[in-house]
């Protein structure tokens, strides 16, 4: 099912809490789609993360709005979708205790779909992907979970021909303590811009000793999203320098070098866009290994933005394993700004 849209259509974002996204679709009719934290499994148009959320304020939801013509939805394969035509957004959730097949196959059945979606609703390029996999540190029998996950994640991108090294778009990959393996992505007509850390490995370019095959993602892209604005999307941040983790066992000093590692991104984003971008205006997620460490890691930002803050005011909150099990914090987060991307 292909969706017809203008050209023109913009997109745009905000971070609401559950009470004040469910009373936009008070009318009947939903929001163009909505990514939600804490929040109902049975909301189509708001796929939600399946992690317990550690914030004061509960349940939130990303929000975003189209100024396009007709929100359609439609299904592929096992992915779920809404598109205009111009942008989309998707869900996949598959359990293992239902499919039977390990991770590494699971997740390379995700993507396939996830890549016929993009070529089923005619818009080819993914901007945001959020990955989160029940139980990501564990023994998959005999390779860790992660890097099974990695294993059909990026032999997927090879076969669909897409960019798997440079010009792989942001992502991020968390554990989850319960729940199916849940895939949430973001598409539009053109492609986004990669932007990476020069404080880190790239980290499709890590060295063998973290797994057979590397993670599929860049540090952030930048994306020009309509009404002369531009979006900075930037992946899962943690306490890495080079390609190895830093500060172990500390979570103070881990969240203070992810902030380090998110200030090196966002200069290296204002260097390819016009546009300026502040770790102060981001709207993030914060997961957090061990829930005990929340004030830790809030009383972190805090110090380091001031408490009003808007990064401080928006943030979320959820209690999540990383990527790596001697990393305590993770932070991925969104933001626009007027401008346009670079030539």
Known sequence: MQVQGENTSSLRVERLSLPASLALAANGRAPFAALGYGTPHELAWMPTVNARVLSEQGAMADVWHVSGGRVASSTTGIARWRSDGHWLLGAIDLDESVEKQDLAELSHRAYRDLFKTLDQAGTPHLLRIWN???????????LERY?????????????AGRAAFEGAPAACALGIHQGALSI????GQTAPMPVENPRQVSAYRYPETYGPRSPTFSRAALAEIGNGEVALFISGTASIVGH???HHGDVLEQTRETLRNLEAVIAAANGQATASFALSMLDCVVYVRHPGDTDKVRGVLESALGADAPMIRHAVYLEADICRSDLLVEIEAHAVAPGRLRA
């Open 132 to 142: 989160y996999l029940p139980q990501i540190n564990a023994d998959g029998g005999g």
């Open 244 to 246: 190895e983790t830093v």
């Open 147 to 159: 890097r099974q996950f990695n294993l059909g994640r990026q032999e997927a991108f090879f076969e």
């Open 184 to 187: 949430r992505f973001l598409a």
